[in-house]
């Protein structure tokens, strides 16, 4: 089991509402990642973080933003969740280096009403 | 845009017999992985192939790359209904130092007992 964990598991919520997803790893991995998924598709890349203090969007467009403030945590903030933001957040950590595999957390189950 | 696109997108057997899955990319890489994911859960890494290899196996898996083709194979052998799960090849996008992982469409494989 991979030590990377997402809060919450499911989450139903009104429109417009602001919300967080937090991501947390106890391996120490420098390189950590958001990906959205929609049932049975494939993933899109939405945002990845080099380290603290460094944060960049991947090739999904997406109006969540994140933030790399620890090592272990990187939180994804919808300021005003949309039925459109209906979908499943998987987030992932790994080693630097180009031959390391990622670590998957359980993923988010988001529902917006 | 996805670098990887899985072929069948879905397969159905039954138990003992052996699955194939194909993935192509489209640009150079350096290593090519692939994945499973059991339905609504995170992936799960499975295989790690590098460019300069042609073949690798792991237990009941044999992944190749040809990167003269852009393209890899997954091959589980022996199948069991406990393989039944969605399977992603996945290839490296951005520099060095933030190299994230493309994820393709996947392919669904249901093996029936």
């Known amino acids: 089991e991979a030590d990377i964990y997402q809060t919450p598991r499911y989450l139903v919520i009104g429109t417009g509402k602001k919300i967080t997803l937090e991501c947390s790893q106890t391996?120490?991995?420098?390189?950590m990642y958001w990906y959205q998924q929609d049932p049975g598709m494939e993933l899109h890349l939405i945002h990845y973080?080099?380290?603290?203090?460094?944060?960049e969007k991947g090739d999904l467009s997406s109006e969540s933003t994140v933030s790399r403030i620890r090592t272990e945590h990187f939180p994804l903030t919808l300021e005003s969740a949309r039925p459109s933001h209906t979908s499943q957040y998987l987030c992932?950590?790994?080693?630097?280096?180009?031959?390391?595999?990622?670590?998957f957390g359980p993923g988010t189950r988001l529902t917006v009403l | 845009s996805q670098q990887g696109e899985e072929d069948p997108q879905a397969l159905s057997i039954q138990e003992g017999e052996n699955a194939t899955m194909n993935c192509s990319y489209k640009?150079?890489?350096?290593?090519l992985q692939w994945y499973r994911q059991n339905s609504g859960r995170g992936l799960v890494h499975l295989i790690l192939?590098?460019?300069?290899?042609r073949e690798k196996h792991s237990g009941r898996l044999r992944v190749t790359l040809d990167t003269s083709k852009k393209s890899s194979s997954l091959l589980i052998t022996a199948s069991r209904a406990a393989d039944t799960a969605s399977y992603f090849c996945?290839?490296?996008?951005?520099?060095?130092?933030?190299?994230?992982?493309?994820f393709g469409k996947g392919t669904t494989l249901s093996v029936s007992s």
């Open positions: 996945a290839t490296p996008f951005g520099n060095q130092a933030g190299t994230a992982l493309i």
């Open positions: 391996m120490g991995h420098d390189k």
């Open positions: 640009t150079s890489i350096n290593n």
């Open positions: 973080s080099y380290g603290v203090n460094s944060t």
């Open positions: 992932a950590s790994r080693l630097a280096g180009p031959y390391n595999e990622q670590f």
């Open positions: 192939i590098r460019s300069n290899e």
